[in-house]
């Protein structure tokens, strides 16, 4: 397998869930700004969306959508529990917590607050609504070490990555005690500090 990604992206957490589950993938490097490739390939031509992460399976096959990688990725090791058994409640709120992460989340961050175009009455629009809902992700953790059930899941890679980006919006998680404490705790994972220091984000 092969996961395009750049560092700190979303592709994070597929590349968290790709290392939680043990599986090998090769890690290429892309510049989405300038379309390419670290090695200087058109990514276009790779994904005409332009976007990252891109799981490349060994058939060939290329596949996109950060909650459909997360899930596959979670179903190839049922073993280390990142996924639920299928028709279980827990699979049920894992799908649920990926789709609130990447719609709620993900799409308000990115694109609206990384782009210096944004107008400052969208950001505030964007941020206030954003505050909401780390207030629904901050009661979600109350009393509890994981975003479901009591093992690590694909979600709580997922809501890593995501919140990882508040401070580089400047948006601080004081007032959210909760999403601190996962924050460290997702953070303190072998693999997790593996895959952060494979993407130049961490050293020991
Ligand atoms: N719908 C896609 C969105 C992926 C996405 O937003 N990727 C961002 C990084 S977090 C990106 O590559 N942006 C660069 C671009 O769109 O050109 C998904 O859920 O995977």
């Known amino acids: 397998m092969k996961l395009y990604f750049a560092p700190g992206y979303c592709s994070q957490a597929v590349h968290i869930a790709l290392r939680e589950a043990g599986l090998d993938a090769d890690l290429v490097q892309v510049d989405t700004v300038a379309g390419t490739t670290l090695e200087g390939a058109d990514y276009r031509a790779i994904n005409p ?35 639920p058994a299928a028709g279980s409640r827990e699979r049920f709120e894992v799908l649920q917590w990926l789709a609130f992460i990447s719609s709620e989340l993900h799409k308000a961050f990115s694109p609206w607050l990384f ?5 400052g009455s969208t950001r505030r629009g964007v941020i206030d609504r954003l505050k909401l809902r780390f207030a629904d992700l901050e009661n979600r953790l109350a009393g509890r070490q994981w975003l479901v059930g009591d093992r690590f899941t694909v979600a709580d ?15 601080g998680l004081a007032e959210y005690p909760n999403v601190v404490a996962h924050q460290d705790r997702v953070r303190a994972r072998p693999q997790v500090r593996a895959a952060l220091r494979a993407e130049g984000l961490f050293e020991d």
């Open 49 to 83: 969306r332009g976007y990252v992460p891109l799981l490349e399976l060994d058939d060939g096959s290329r596949h996109t959508e950060v909650a459909a990688l997360l899930q596959y990725v979670g179903d190839l090791a049922p073993q280390a529990g990142l996924m």
């Open 115 to 119: 782009h210096k175009e944004t107008a």
């Open 157 to 171: 890679a997922y809501a890593f990555t995501i919140m990882g980006w508040a401070g580089m919006v400047g948006l």
